[in-house]
């Protein structure tokens, strides 16, 4: 499943990152401890975590991520979009909880 | 395949920029077509010594030494230095900042994943002359 095809079955809204949008998603992973998904977290996942600042790109971009979904109605700070933006890693919201989403995503893939 | 060098400046409390060091270090592997385990090890602890850097140490550098056979990651600070190292690598184990908790950083699992992600790791730390952490890895797939 591409990620454009999870924003539009789960009705999720793309903030930055747009670029990406056409990526391979392989599976996904909730944190947010940003160690433990650096440790833990599979190549070409969807990320669900309620972080929302900057820091959460590099994470993403070293961990070769499809995308990051930040849930529990977290908007993500200017410079999260600017990084996100820049490294074409695309970043979503979701209002409801991680385990609420990941369940559906679970489901699906 | 001859060996390259680069040095990176990391800087204290800097976190708009905290991460682009080990960015730079995993595009230069792949780059040089390192076999994405070796290339995904590398990018884990190479990110957890910069970040300690940005969150503990003073400014610093973080330094690859990249050869076909071996890669040796240095990141060295210029802080308060690391007063127990033994207590440090304790999985679990933080002196983070609150602020820095609430942003995800602190659990306590950075050194163990490095350790876990090298093949050799030293740390050498006197309290007021900083840290060294050294990383070493082999390359054992021998894509280059």
Not at chain 1, 3 to 25: I, S
Not at chain 2, 47 to 75: F, K, T, W
Not at chain 2, 77 to 98: F, N, P, R, W
Request: proline share 3%.
């Amino acid at each position: 499943m591409k990620v454009r095809e999870l924003v539009e079955k789960f009705d999720l809204t793309v903030v930055a990152g747009e670029a990406g949008l056409n990526r391979d998603v392989q599976g996904g992973f909730c944190g947010d401890l940003l160690s433990e998904v650096m440790g833990n977290a599979g190549i070409g996942c969807v990320w669900m975590t309620v972080q929302a600042h900057q820091n959460i790109v590099a994470v993403a971009v070293l961990r070769e991520m499809a995308a990051i979904i930040i849930t529990g109605g977290a908007t993500p700070a200017p410079e999260t979009v600017d990084k996100a933006d820049l490294e074409g890693i695309p970043v979503m919201i979701y209002p409801g909880t991680s385990f609420e989403l990941s369940g559906k995503i679970y489901a699906d893939l | 395949m001859p060996s390259i060098q680069k040095t990176f400046h990391v800087t204290k409390n800097d976190f708009i920029h905290a991460g682009e060091a080990s960015i730079h270090v995993k595009n230069l592997l792949k780059s040089l077509n390192y076999v994405p385990d070796l290339v995904r090890r590398v990018a884990i602890c190479g990110y957890e010594a910069e970040m300690n850097l940005v969150m503990h140490g003073g400014d610093g550098e973080l330094s690859v030494d990249v050869n076909a056979d071996r890669i040796i990651v240095d990141v060295i600070d210029h802080g308060q230095g690391i007063a127990d190292v033994e207590l440090a690598m304790q999985e679990g184990y933080s002196t983070a900042k609150d602020e820095y908790r609430e942003m995800g950083f602190g659990a306590g699992m950075g050194l163990p994943n490095i350790k876990k992600n090298s093949d050799e790791m030293v740390i050498t730390s006197e309290q007021g002359n900083g840290t060294h952490v050294k990383m070493v890895f082999f390359n054992k797939g021998l894509n280059v």
